[in-house]
């Protein structure tokens, strides 16, 4: 036997599979019996769009949907390290206690009948109705479980023909919910969003995972905007499952939804870390995907507040203030090296770029301006030209500019510091911020 399949911790595997497996069983055939009593008192509704019916049945797209369960019990041999197995089997374990929750509290029932099918594909069709109804629509956790799967597998791939496979099959797993019958399209986006919550809740990388990040403290500016964002979260969770509101638009107000709910628990007491922003400033890709909504509004924020404004202000030479820049702004600007203190937007520079990620419409603590004093000063005697950035160039990134001209003895003093600042970027707002105008 190999020595890298020696050393994976079979074991284990083997414990979280005996959990798993008959709790996977257990809970989804509890689901559809609750279910099945419900819509029996006519209960249970169908949530499907016109066009849904003009999808055909293939028969033979069983075969990607079944194989789902094989690359589900391999993928747990196949971890690594026990760290790595306890999260990814975490991630599985999450995604199915949402979905059963979701099943059970609000059950949903697949429309229209499934015509039948024979030779192997007919089989495996009569195995899947043996513990399968036409319940356990939305969120999918077939999806769900695609999406945790193909990320995991994607870690463990590096051959590009192996890997354009796996986007493929995944592709096709997620197709056959559709052309075997099994779910209309509403559960596909429903699970797919589960499927990067679950990955983003427990990152399979050795850095805190998201329940153990939580901090119990914070101040009153951040709580303030952990209940503005909640109460936004609520808000159009609400009209997502109005009843009055187009099914069309209504779908789609759940990602926003769901990406202020983040952005209210990153300030409710995950902090900075929630976007999962690395010491490069680029984003993993879950956070991209999960807070897309919310860094789109970020990004037009900015272009808004900054169009009549220089892209950066030279406060000495070689170092300026200002705001992210786009690639193309970037290179025209002959790629300085970024220091960003930005925690929703990602920096463009990935070479000698850097991040202290701090929230929006906070100030940087102790530890996060000396870490930036550090990069900007390093850069600065490397003789590299340096731009440290926020959203806007307002606030974040003006109080670590202060510091670290403070630091490097540039002036005697923060405040004749914040004083050349302000005079090179008279928009800077140093103080406590109140609006989201004052802040970058």
């Not at 009593?37 to 949907?65: C, K, M, N």
Request: with cysteine; glycine share 8%.
């Amino acid at each position: 036997m190999p020595g890298w399949l020696k050393r994976r911790p079979w074991p284990h595997a083997l414990g979280w599979l005996a959990l798993l497996a008959p709790l996977f069983y257990l809970s989804y055939g509890w689901a559809n019996h609750l279910a099945g009593l419900a819509d029996a008192q006519g209960r249970v509704p169908s949530v499907v769009f016109d066009w849904e019916r003009h999808i055909p049945f293939w028969q033979d797209t069983i075969f990607p949907y079944w194989s789902i369960n094989f690359f589900y019990g391999l993928s747990l041999f196949l971890a690594r390290t026990r760290h790595e197995l306890r999260r990814h089997a975490f991630r599985l374990l999450t995604a199915q206690a949402v979905a059963v929750s979701c099943f059970i509290l609000w059950p949903l029932r697949f429309s229209f009948g499934q015509p039948p099918a024979d030779g192997a594909a007919g089989l495996l069709f009569a195995a899947l109705r043996g513990f399968d109804q036409p319940f356990n629509q939305a969120p999918s956790l077939h999806i769900a479980l695609a999406v945790i799967l193909w990320d995991f597998y994607r870690r463990q791939i590096h051959a590009p023909a192996v890997r354009w496979f796996l986007h493929g099959w995944t592709l096709l797993i997620c197709g056959a919910v559709l052309t075997t019958y099994q779910h209309h399209f509403i559960d596909i986006p429903t699970g797919a969003l589960l499927g990067v919550v679950c990955v983003w809740l427990w990152p399979l990388e050795r850095v805190l995972s998201m329940p153990y990040a939580w901090q119990t403290t914070c101040s009153g500016q951040r709580i303030k905007l952990a209940l503005t964002y909640g109460v936004a979260a609520v808000l159009l969770a609400a009209l997502a499952l109005s009843s009055w509101l187009g099914r069309d638009v209504a779908l789609w107000l759940l990602w926003p939804a769901t990406s202020l709910c983040v952005v209210a628990l990153c300030y409710g007491g995950l902090g900075a870390r929630g976007f999962q922003m690395n010491s490069r400033g680029r984003m993993h890709w879950t956070s991209r995907w999960l807070l897309g909504p919310y860094r789109a509004g970020a990004w037009l924020n900015a272009r808004l507040w900054t169009r009549r404004l220089p892209l950066a202000s030279q406060v000495q030479p070689g170092l300026f203030l200002g705001r992210l820049p786009s690639q193309a702004e970037w290179l025209a600007a002959d790629k300085p090296a970024i220091v960003s203190l930005c925690a929703e937007l990602q920096n463009v520079d990935a070479i000698h770029g850097c991040c202290v990620p701090v929230l929006d419409l906070t100030e940087p603590d102790v530890a996060a301006l000396q870490r930036t004093a550090l990069m900007i000063n390093a850069r600065l005697q490397a003789n590299q030209t340096v731009w440290v950035c926020c959203a806007l160039g307002f606030s974040r990134s003006a109080h670590a500019l202060a510091h670290s001209l403070t630091q490097s003895g540039a002036f005697a003093s923060v405040e004749q510091a914040r004083q050349a600042i302000a005079q090179a970027r008279p928009q800077v707002v140093m103080g406590q911020a109140t609006t989201c105008s004052h802040h970058g």
